[in-house]
């Protein structure tokens, strides 16, 4: 047994010189090589530890913006469903005039709108789907304040209970002008409620969508600044009565 350990050692010392000169041997042609040459030998053996570190750079960048971004809390979140994707100037246009009339500061408090969710009243393409999960995660969240759709859209969200009740949360004065506009959905226990209204006499909404749209507006009960949502409708009426004056 002795002897067995004794050879055993000085099998590993002669694998460390084999290894050293290896080594050497490797550095020395290392050296004699083009730096093109270098760089692929480098590629070679290096590029999974070169792909592994640039993914890591990569998240820990995706990440630390993130955190930055949601670091700002938006004054006010619209989600604009199946509108006229064409029109998508025209919506940050309308967000930008929302903010200089309640004097937001934007670097600080954003004004969002989304209108890149498409959803057909059929959605079965992955697109589709992914949207549509999308806005659901967006609602239960709380992130959107004002929810502007399509008759199905509203119809999904409102047989899950996470739309507001016009009636209840609307203030009288506001209440009144879109009372003659409501619409309205029944629940499996027989009560009706008024969890939308349709946007026919709000051209600033109607003209981000096709003529053959009829966009309802409703308020996520989930929503964590329901008193903005209410204030967005009411800069969309402030609007309406300015281009009705003019």
Not at 22 to 33: S, Y
Not at 38 to 64: E, M, N, S, T
Not at 158 to 172: E, V
Not at 202 to 230: C, F, N, Q
């Amino acid at each position: 047994l002795h002897v067995r350990s004794r050879r055993q050692r000085q099998m590993c010392i002669r694998d460390r010189l084999m290894m050293k000169d290896e080594i050497r041997a490797q550095k020395e042609r290392v050296k004699q090589m083009s730096r093109w040459e270098r760089f692929k030998y480098f590629w070679y053996y290096q590029w999974k530890w070169v792909a592994l570190a640039v993914a890591v750079i990569a998240f820990l960048c995706y990440l630390g913006f993130t955190i930055y971004k949601n670091s700002f809390e938006e004054y006010v979140y619209v989600a604009l469903v199946n509108c006229d994707i064409t029109k998508s100037q025209q919506s940050q246009e309308l967000m930008e005039g929302y903010a200089a009339s309640r004097n937001v500061d934007t670097s600080q408090t954003p004004v969002s709108i989304n209108t890149k969710l498409s959803i057909p009243e059929e959605a079965t393409g992955a697109l589709s789907v992914a949207n549509s999960q999308t806005l659901q995660a967006y609602i239960e969240t709380g992130d959107y304040d004002v929810l502007i759709g399509n008759t199905w859209i509203i119809d999904g969200f409102a047989s899950q209970g996470y739309l507001c009740d016009l009636k209840a949360q609307l203030p009288a004065d506001l209440y009144e002008k879109v009372k003659d506009r409501l619409y309205e959905f029944t629940y499996d226990n027989g009560e009706t409620y008024a969890i939308g209204f349709y946007a026919d006499d709000l051209p600033a909404i109607t003209s981000l969508y096709t003529e053959d749209s009829r966009p309802i507006i409703a308020l996520p009960a989930s929503s964590k600044s329901l008193d903005v949502g209410i204030d967005f409708i009411r800069y969309l009426y402030e609007l309406a009565d300015n281009k009705t004056e003019s």
